[in-house]
């Protein structure tokens, strides 16, 4: 069994990065299990005064990421970088060097969207996280108000998705 966190980027109710993330969940194989972490809005902003005795919510973003065995994030761009409720839950866990070495896939749901891509590359890797290539395609929803059933109807967006878990498990995708 492959454990998973997936995390979204964006805290909008109709965000279509997370609405991505919860399609992976509904196409993921029996094998592969994949949780969703809706704490991002929740964290407090990160203080490195308090980050050796972090707050309870911290504490537990940190568990949940220790307990997997690879992250997947959706991410928006804003202004041409990192959505800082997103950039704040990293912040929480960069002194955290028993994750290091945890395999990210950093999918891109715009086609857009390559300045919030390029830092997100820079600072995962700069965490000590590696980005798998094969699991971080661009699967372009963003603005078009797809529903999660829209996601997992449409072959051209969930084969990438799908192909995107099974190379986070470390297997090949099926071939259709
Ligand atoms: C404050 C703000 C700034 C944005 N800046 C950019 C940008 O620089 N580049 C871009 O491609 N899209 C930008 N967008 C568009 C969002 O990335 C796009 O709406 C995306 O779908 C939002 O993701 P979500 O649907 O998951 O919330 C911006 C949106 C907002 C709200």
Redesign the pocket.
Known sequence: MTRLVAV?????R??????LLRAAIALAPSDIAVTLYEGVGDLPQFNPDIEHDAPPLVQAWRALLRDCDGIVV?C??????VPGAFKNALDWVVGSTELAGKRVALIN??G??V??HAALVEIITTMGWIVVDQASPVIPV??KNYTQADMIGNPALAQPLLAALHAMAGVPAMAD
């Open positions: 979204s980027g964006s805290l909008r109709e965000s279509a990065n997370t609405t959706a928006p761009e804003y202004v041409h970088g749901a715009s857009r969207a300045h919030c963003a603005g």
